[in-house]
């Protein structure tokens, strides 16, 4: 099954409209698709829309960010009711500090000599609830700050470099609820991409799952051929579904493209087995 469950539009930092990730999934061989934006599911009726014109199954999707023990960790939450009120409120909620860190982390950047960043980050935004710092990354290549956005995020926005902003985002405890009261299974995101020592890897994984959340990505585009191995472990170890996303942004500057990412390793239950009865069919 080429399950690809992790990419993201206009509507968040990616730079393709949902149609064309829905176009471009189905081209290279997706089955089944998630379309899951940063803290938002404005984009969600139309990627359903767009799998089902292309024949291709479709899953509800987003991508909480959160905060625990003081690092940002990101919940892919599957399956759920995209028009679940409590679900829209939290992620409105999460969304809302978004326009104040910009305007935050433009300041910063402003007395390393780089002014006018937010309205320069502000042309890249699809989606005036949700600038973020690919934004900032991208127009920060526009002006020659940088060659691509990887070296950005090398130099500028992340802890201890300039136009790095503290953020509280949502608790953990709440975006598990949000995802499964709305019938769906929350995921932990790329779990390799987290500066976790040991003790905190396995107190996230400890309290998500007392919390009720109940899976993990395997395979991402964020992992190398190593994490596979060991996030399959830890899968099995915890009894966690694994799940498989690219985590798309753009043609250009994603490294991994949508649906060509290795089949999930064995003796793991795939996400999807479990969604089965939340699955979009055309
Ligand atoms: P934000 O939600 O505003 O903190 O932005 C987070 C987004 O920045 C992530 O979802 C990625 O798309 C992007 N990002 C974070 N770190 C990197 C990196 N090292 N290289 C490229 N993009 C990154
Ligand atoms: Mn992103
Ligand atoms: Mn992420
Ligand atoms: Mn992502």
Redesign the pocket.
């Known amino acids: 099954m080429n399950a690809d469950l992790h990419c993201?539009s206009n509507v968040s930092?990616g730079t393709l409209s949902p149609e064309a990730v829905a176009e471009r999934a189905h081209r290279n061989g997706v089955q089944l698709w998630s379309l899951t934006d940063?803290d938002e599911i404005g984009g969600q009726h139309r990627a359903r829309a767009a799998a089902s014109a292309l024949g291709m199954d479709y899953l509800p999707g987003v991508e909480i960010?959160v905060t625990f023990a003081n690092k940002?960790v990101?919940i892919v939450g599957l399956g759920f009711d995209p028009d679940d009120p409590a679900m829209c409120q939290g992620l409105a909620d999460t969304r809302g500090g978004?326009e104040r860190r910009a305007r935050d982390m433009a300041d910063d950047l402003a007395r390393v000599g780089i002014p006018g960043a937010f309205e320069g980050a502000l042309k890249y935004v699809g989606n005036p609830d949700l600038i973020?710092?690919?934004h900032f990354?991208r127009y920060m290549v526009e002006i020659g700050i940088c060659t691509d956005?990887?070296e950005v995020?090398?130099r500028y926005l992340?802890e201890g470099k300039p136009g790095f902003v503290e953020h509280r985002w949502a608790k953990l405890s709440d975006a598990v609820h949000w995802i499964v009261d709305a019938g769906g299974v929350a995921v932990i995101a790329h779990p390799g991409r987290y500066d976790f020592t040991p003790n905190e890897e396995f107190a996230l994984f400890t309290e998500f799952k007392a919390l009720g959340g109940r899976g993990v990505e395997v395979v991402t585009g964020s992992h190398t051929v190593a994490e596979y191995g060991k996030y399959a472990d830890m899968a099995r170890e915890f009894d966690m579904l694994a799940s498989r996303g690219s985590d798309f942004?753009d043609p250009a500057?994603s490294h991994t493209d949508l649906g060509t990412l290795p089949d999930l390793p064995g003796q793991l239950t795939p996400v999807w087995e479990a969604l089965a009865s939340r699955v979009l069919h055309p």
Do not use: K
């Open positions: 993201h930092d940063h960010s940002t990101h978004r973020s710092r690919t990354a956005p990887h995020f090398r992340v942004h500057e």
